[in-house]
């Protein structure tokens, strides 16, 4: 049986459901996800405000994490831990965010069985509706051990 991954993130991160984030796919260390354009989340220029840009690429990174390790969510929580965004572009209308994990399953697991806190990062573009990129981000992982 799998999981409903976009589903699950929508219920546990309330804002994620305020700003109408749509889940298109999840796979094997990646997702695509987008947020409609809406009058309500613009800025001063008529596009999406930063933050909504920011909340989508973290969205879908986080995605990317539960799809590769949604299965330890018993023995450790996937946290962010830093993020680096690049505006590109000014964004205008739907933005779109596929997200890649770039680390590999066995080697994260392999720190965390060793006792450490592995690090791993996860790479997104966002572009708008015609396909032009106008932010990359890195968004960085960790999986925190449960407390006993």
């Keep these: 049986m799998s999981t409903d991954i976009g589903g699950l993130l929508l219920e546990s991160v309330p804002f994620a459901r305020t700003l109408g984030v749509v889940f298109d796919a999840v796979s094997e260390g990646r997702a695509v996800c987008h947020v409609p354009d809406r009058d309500d989340l613009r ?4 596009g999406p405000h930063a933050g909504v840009l920011f909340t989508l690429a973290e969205t ?5 994490v539960l799809s590769v390790f ?4 018993g023995r450790a929580v996937p946290l962010p831990t830093t993020a680096t965004i690049d505006f ?23 720190r965390l069985e060793a006792g450490e806190r592995p690090v791993f990062d996860v790479a997104v573009d966002l572009t708008n509706a015609d396909g032009t990129l106008v932010s990359a981000l890195t968004v960085t992982w960790t999986l925190r051990p449960n407390r006993p």
């Excluded at 800025?43 to 008529?46: F, R």
């Excluded at 879908?60 to 990317?64: E, I, V």
């Excluded at 949604?70 to 969510?73: A, E, P, R, T, V």
């Excluded at 997200?99 to 994260?108: N, P």
């Design 60 to 64: 879908a990174s986080g995605a990317a």
């Design 70 to 73: 949604g299965d330890q969510l």
């Design 88 to 110: 590109r572009k000014v964004a205008m209308g739907e933005i779109r965010a596929e997200a890649r994990l770039l680390a590999e399953r066995e080697e994260v697991l392999r």
């Design 43 to 46: 800025n001063h220029v008529g």
